[in-house]
């Protein structure tokens, strides 16, 4: 399985992104599941909002499953809040620790992100560098 992050659903969309043909690219070869979680999906749809037909693509690809949706829950915070606090020099954001977090929790390694500056750093369980595409 792969999380996807937010620079990559919009990249996907957003026809004059400056990621767009990249993201099209590796989206193309990725043939793994991808799933992601509602802090990004938030941050997505908040950023399409004046894209037309944006936000439609984006519940289109979860209505068919082409990405999926992890559930974080009570259980999960005192993690994502640990780790907003060790890179709050970057500083990492909901969306990213939830990504992190639900990484660990599902030994999920694999991350579709345009953030390479910030997910280089960060690190799951303290010693894990996530593996970046694309």
Do not use: N
């Not at 993201?23 to 004046?50: D, H, Y």
């Not at 606090?85 to 999920?108: H, K, S, T, W």
């Not at 991350?111 to 369980?125: A, G, L």
């Amino acid at each position: 399985m792969i999380l996807i992050d937010a620079g990559p659903l919009i990249a996907i969309v957003k026809r004059d992104d400056k990621h767009h043909v990249e993201c099209k690219s590796a989206l193309g070869t990725i043939r793994q599941p991808m799933s992601t979680v509602w802090q990004v999906l938030t941050e997505v749809m908040f950023l399409l909002a004046t894209v037309p037909g944006g936000q439609e693509q984006i519940w289109e690809m979860l209505e068919r499953g082409v990405v999926q949706l992890l559930p974080l829950g009570a259980d999960d915070v005192p993690r994502i809040r640990d780790l907003m606090r060790q890179y709050a020099d970057l500083p990492m954001d909901l969306a990213d620790a939830a990504l992190i977090r639900v990484g660990e929790r599902e030994r999920i390694h694999q991350f579709f992100t345009v953030d390479r500056k910030d997910f280089s750093v960060y690190r799951m369980h303290g010693t894990l560098r996530p593996r970046i595409l694309p």
